[in-house]
């Protein structure tokens, strides 16, 4: 919320303040969300989705799928470098929640 209301001119330290943001880095796309998410766009893909806001301890920092929780407070308050994430996201296998997906409904089988 003091991002969003750009107290102490807090906005002119970014380049740019979204609430949902996707982005390729390094050859990597991400989805980036204050908030997690449980579904976001190339989930089924290995997409990551990288989030903050719930304070997760470490041993719960990770999400569905390629999802990870980089507050500092959850890393020894130093934050994440994208290569880093890249190395620990490439050792979690692609999820996907299918449970209850709208986009699957009438659907007779689902080829995998």
Same mark, same amino acid.
Do not use: T
């Given at each position: 919320? /003091?991002?969003?209301?750009? !107290?102490? #001119?807090?906005? *002119?330290?970014? %380049?740019? &303040?979204?609430?949902?943001?996707?982005?390729?880095?390094?050859?990597?796309?991400?989805?980036?969300?204050?908030?997690?998410?449980?579904?976001?766009?190339?989930?089924?893909?290995?997409?990551?989705?990288?989030?903050?806001?719930? /304070?997760?301890?470490?041993? !719960?920092? #990770?999400?569905? *799928?390629?999802? %990870?929780? &980089?507050?500092?407070?959850?890393?020894?308050?130093?934050?994440?470098?994208?290569?880093?994430?890249?190395?620990?996201?490439?050792?979690?296998?692609?999820?996907?929640?299918?449970?209850?997906?709208?986009?699957?409904?009438?659907?007779?089988?689902?080829?995998?």
């Amino acid at each position: 919320h /003091h991002i969003d209301r750009n !107290r102490d #001119f807090v906005q *002119g330290r970014f %380049l740019s &303040v979204q609430h949902y943001l996707e982005v390729n880095i390094e050859g990597q796309d991400f989805v980036l969300c204050h908030y997690p998410l449980q579904s976001w766009h190339g989930l089924a893909k290995g997409v990551i989705h990288l989030h903050g806001h719930v /304070h997760l301890p470490v041993h !719960r920092k #990770f999400g569905n *799928g390629k999802r %990870l929780d &980089v507050g500092v407070d959850g890393n020894g308050m130093d934050p994440y470098s994208i290569s880093e994430i890249i190395k620990i996201m490439d050792k979690i296998p692609i999820g996907s929640d299918l449970s209850g997906d709208h986009h699957l409904d009438g659907l007779v089988g689902v080829v995998g």
